[in-house]
C-alpha cells in the first residue's frame, strides 16, 4: 500500500511475518532485552547495528526488501542502499514513543513483530497540512483525510512494515496490551553521487 500523506511518500504493506514464525534462537534473543520492564521506551541499539546479528537474518532480508522497493518504485534512483543504523524498540504496557524525527537519513524502516496495542503516528511537515504550507489559516473542514489533517494515525499490526522519510516527525501511542510491543527498525542513506544537472554542488558519499 501506498500512501500519499501532505504528498509525502509512505508505504505500509504485512510480510506475514510474525514473533511466533521466528525460530526458538531468534526469539529467546529478543526476549532477553524485553524481559526488563520499565515506564519507558526502550531502544536497544548495540552500536546502531542490531540487524547485524546472525539470528536476525530472516527479518534484515525483509527490512531490506521493502527498502529497494521503496528506493525503485517511489525514489525511482539507481543509487545503492546503505543502512545506517538499526534497533530494537521494546514498549511495555504504559509507555509510548515519543515525537522524534531521524536526522541524517533519507528514509526509515519499521517492522513490527508483534503489536496487540498501540499506532504509529505521523505529523505533517512543520506541523502544516497541505493547505498550509505559506500560511494558517483555520479552516472548517467536514471530515479529516490524508490533505487536509496535521497529523495521521496509522493502524498497526503484527507483521506490519511501514517506511517513510527521515525527516518525518512520528510517535506512537501507547501499549495498553500486557505483551511488550516490539518494533525493528532501520535508517537508510543512499551512496554514489548526488546532484542535480542544473547544479554545480554535488554530494559524494
Known amino acids: 500500500m501506498n500512501i500519499n500523506l501532505w504528498g509525502v511518500p509512505i508505504t505500509k504493506e504485512n510480510c506475514n511475518y510474525t514473533f511466533s514464525d521466528f ?3 531468534t526469539q529467546e534473543y529478543i526476549n532477553d532485552y524485553s524481559s526488563v520492564e520499565t515506564d519507558t521506551v526502550n531502544v536497544v541499539v548495540n552500536k546502531g547495528a542490531f540487524l547485524e546479528d546472525d539470528r536476525l537474518k530472516k527479518i534484515k532480508e525483509i527490512i531490506q526488501t521493502h527498502a529497494y522497493y521503496y528506493r525503485d518504485n ?4 539507481t543509487n545503492e542502499l546503505e543502512i545506517q543504523s538499526s534497533w530494537l524498540t521494546v514498549n511495555h504496557k504504559g509507555s509510548q514513543h515519543p515525537p522524534h524525527i531521524h536526522n541524517h537519513t533519507i528514509f526509515s524502516v519499521c517492522y513490527y513483530p508483534r503489536v496487540q496495542s498501540g499506532n504509529l503516528v505521523l505529523i505533517a511537515p512543520d506541523g502544516k497540512n497541505s ?6 489559516f483555520g479552516f472548517q473542514y467536514t471530515h479529516w483525510n490524508e490533505w487536509n489533517s496535521n497529523d495521521w494515525t496509522i493502524p498497526v499490526v503484527s507483521g506490519d512494515v511501514i517506511v517513510f522519510p527521515g525527516y518525518l516527525t512520528h510517535f506512537s501511542t501507547p501499549n495498553e496490551h500486557d505483551s511488550p510491543r516490539l518494533m525493528i527498525g ?8 548526488m546532484q542535480f ?3 554545480l554542488d554535488r554530494i559524494s558519499a
Open 197 to 199: 544537472i542544473d547544479e
Open 186 to 193: 532501520a535508517n537508510y542513506w543512499l551512496t554514489g553521487k
Open 74 to 77: 517511489i525514489m525511482a534512483c
Open 23 to 25: 525460530d526458538k534462537d
Open 131 to 136: 493547505f498550509q504550507h505559506d500560511y494558517k
